[in-house]
């Protein structure tokens, strides 16, 4: 596993970025998207149909996703995972403290909700007391979920793909440590 300071021993092409609810996932691959000039596509968006319902078409997308030369993608669902790993050639875990990444999550539910932001296919968050209802409330389901990445799933998925390299990443200060040390667009 490599740190925020090593080096990578290729240039990335096809990128998954992990990490719990609010780590900042998709503000890290769209970053990635500037720096490599690599497509990145939302994971949600594929997931998420109307009425936050799972869409059927959503694994024939991610295999289509995957099929690509070069891609950045969230590294989320449990039916994903595998095909997403097993074509992946760089997974970067953002690992920040529980209270950084849960700040961040609390934040933007409550910015959405207010602002009745529409998502993926017109979803909106839906009202905030479906935080004490819903056991699959975002917010809830992080918190349940906290340890799932550092207990097994990221040792899983290094054993099964011993050739992924995997960058782990603890603060915002090593996120930009990483950007800063990727070879740019002209590079």
């Given at each position: 596993?490599?740190?925020?300071?090593?080096?990578?021993?290729?240039?990335?092409t096809r990128v998954l970025v992990a990490g719990l609810s609010g780590a900042g996932k998709t503000t890290l691959?769209?970053?990635?998207?500037?720096?490599?000039?690599?497509?990145?596509?939302?994971?949600?968006?594929?997931?998420?149909?109307?009425?936050?319902?799972?869409?059927?078409?959503?694994?024939?997308?991610?295999?289509?996703?995957?099929?690509?030369?070069?891609?950045?993608?969230?590294?989320?669902?449990?039916?994903?995972?595998?095909?997403?790993?097993?074509?992946?050639?760089?997974?970067?875990?953002?690992?920040?403290?529980?209270?950084?990444?849960?700040?961040?999550?609390?934040?933007?539910?409550?910015?959405?909700?207010?602002?009745?932001?529409?998502?993926?296919?017109?979803?909106?968050?839906?009202?905030?007391?479906?935080?004490?209802?819903?056991?699959?409330?975002?917010?809830?389901?992080?918190?349940?979920?906290?340890?799932?990445?550092?207990?097994?799933?990221?040792?899983?998925?290094?054993?099964?793909?011993?050739?992924?390299?995997?960058?782990?990443?603890?603060?915002?200060?090593?996120?930009?440590?990483?950007?800063?040390?990727?070879?740019?667009?002209?590079?």
């Open positions: 596993m490599l740190g925020p300071r090593d080096p990578l021993p290729h240039r990335p691959a769209r970053a990635l998207q500037g720096v490599l000039g690599i497509p990145h596509t939302e994971i949600d968006s594929l997931h998420h149909g109307p009425g936050w319902q799972p869409r059927p078409a959503f694994l024939d997308d991610v295999d289509a996703l995957v099929a690509g030369d070069a891609w950045i993608s969230e590294w989320q669902y449990g039916s994903a995972r595998a095909r997403l790993a097993a074509r992946a050639d760089t997974l970067v875990w953002l690992d920040p403290p529980l209270a950084v990444s849960m700040g961040r999550l609390v934040r933007r539910t409550l910015r959405r909700r207010m602002r009745r932001e529409r998502l993926w296919h017109g979803n909106v968050e839906p009202p905030l007391r479906t935080f004490l209802t819903d056991p699959e409330h975002v917010v809830r389901y992080a918190w349940v979920h906290r340890r799932k990445y550092r207990d097994r799933l990221i040792p899983d998925v290094a054993a099964a793909h011993p050739e992924l390299v995997i960058v782990h990443l603890r603060s915002q200060a090593d996120v930009d440590r990483w950007l800063a040390g990727l070879p740019r667009l002209d590079d």
